[in-house]
């Protein structure tokens, strides 16, 4: 997530009472008053590994009132500083699926009274398998996607309203469209799809990216309900496409409900009130940091409008932990996204990684950790042997290679190699896979929703073709960014984000252009769209490429080898990022070459007689050669 600046004033919190929506789950007595605001997780599931859930209770001055759970085992009632709250721990390790009764008694008399209920959980659902190479990851924003249902554009719950004209505004995507499109998804080849973050955003102003959330059991009504998410699952599990959630536990909106009245002084970081991240996360393994660096690092706010968590108290991190968990049963969700891993608490966001992979052994969690240097990306993933050295382990098995994406965004500009320059670069990258713990777990990607379109860095076709070879057939899990397909561009440098967010081309039924078909596309898009497509579609039904070893040649004159190895199959990449034709020699690749007499290329069909000595390779192409 990148860093969009508000000038909202937030000072010291204090606890003031929240007038917010009644849970609708929530029975009072007959002619009483709402007593119970907020009840969170509402309801659980049986047979869950995470059986010891800790609910919380808000109203106003429940804090003296009596608690009782009928059927359920109440483990600890906390109280805090905060009248208004009661955590109640309650166990439901072999509890059958029902209804049972929460009450808050004033004496006798019972003046709120919430079902809370246990469901089925669904059949294997502990064994939910994530993301792996096998998959490839369409990225996109659901504002700028594609508005399926128009009633929701705005909602009379959210302050910012629907206004295409705005760059940074709302421009009214939603669930509906991502479902109206998911057969152009399954067409393209991609098998899961990361949308930015879909609960609800209360922002004024710039909620569309949805990072700032104001309610972490709600889908943003412009969006849809949740109902409509958990039914987009659906329906693309039907073709196959696995769903990512984008998680946010570093920080919160500054309009999310508890921030009104907040549990405790430390549920969110004060100094007190706002100061803001210095965003140097090399300090939370720098042993010869300052406190004071890695303080402001870890808990200085992100922006002034999203105020930091505070993964160090205990209440905070079981509350993210059970609301991951949550949607991950309710919307049957398939793996996790994770934004600003490096930002939170160390020991807390560990917590909260290993309790959810705990619960689903199976499923996929990728972190962002935006950093720029492979030993500071690995100290982050699972096991690592760089953060082994500080006895610290996050428990999280994938992280972002934000070092390759550094390396194309300039290697396909320099036609010549040099030292370290042109495919050196992308070489170099992958020498350095032995600080990693499992390296083609890393999530692989020439852009996303925060950096500047490849296309517009790189506007050439050419260039798009040389770097979607490498992505596609590297190590790693590849993520495509959406639009990038039908050769999208966006200047973020001069344009902003919403530059690099546009609205994709027919996703409105205003549009004139429906890049969403055939028939819409521009003979430019289309040639993008049947490249992409052929592809990933090749791709999609390759073990080899899932997972073949990789061996990789030193660059020479700017044309980088490397090959993909499992057993007795081989596909060999060629990848020519000279301006110029250049010779390949059968010698320096004949320890892989042995054996096999021709080579097929799988989007032109080109085939090569291996018997040859050399051959030649024109300028700015790639090709992938199936052995034979």
Known sequence: MNKIFLTISIGLFTFNSCIAQKNTTTKLPKKSPSILQHVEPANWWAGMNYAEVEV??????????????????????????????????VNTKNKLVGSYPIQLSDGKKIVAEHIFELKARRENSAARVGCTPKDVIYLLMPDRFSNGDLLNDSHSSTIEKVNRTLPGGRHGGDIQGIINHLDYIQELGATAIWTTPLLEDNDTTYSYHTYGQSDLYKVDPRY??????????????????????????????????????????????QFPGYAQSNYRTSTQMDPNASKRDQKYCEEGWFVRSMPDLNQGNPLVVNYLIQNTIWWMEFANLDALRVDTYSYNQKEGIAKWTKSIMDEYPKTSMVGEVWMHDQAQISYWQKDSPISAIQNYNTYLPQVMDFTLHDAVQEAFKENNQGWDKGM?????????????KNASENLIFLENHDTQRF????????????????????????????????????DKNNGGDASIRQDFPGGWKEDTKNAFTKEGRSDFQENY???????????KNNSIIHEGKLVQFLPENN?????????????????????????????RFAEQLEGFTEAKEVITNLKVNLMKEAWDIPAKTAYIFELK
């Open 455 to 490: 296309n517009e860095t790189y506007p050439k076709m050419a260039d798009y073709k040389l770097a979607m070879a490498l992505l596609a057939t590297t190590r790693g899990i590849p993520q495509i960014y959406y639009g990038s397909e039908i050769g999208m561009k966006g």
């Open 529 to 539: 769209f049947q490249f992409t497509k052929k592809l990933l579609n090749w791709r």
């Open 559 to 587: 044309v980088y080898v490397y090959f993909r190895v499992k057993g007795k199959e081989k596909v060999m990449v060629v990848i020519n990022n000279s301006d110029k034709e250049e010779k390949i020699k059968k010698v």
């Open 224 to 269: 849809g309900t949740n109902e409509d998410f958990a039914r987009m699952v659906e329906e693309a599990h039907k073709r196959g496409i696995k769903i990512l959630k984008d998680e946010v536990p570093n920080h919160w909106g500054y309009t999310h409900w508890m921030m009104k009245d907040l549990p405790t002084y430390d549920w969110i970081h």
């Open 56 to 89: 919380l209770l808000h109203g106003k001055d429940i804090s003296k009132l009596t608690v009782t759970a009928k059927g359920l085992d109440i483990l600890e009632i906390k109280k805090t500083e905060n009248p208004n709250y009661l955590f109640v721990k």
């Open 424 to 436: 050196a670069r992308v070489y170099e990258n992958f020498v350095n896979d032995f600080l990693y």
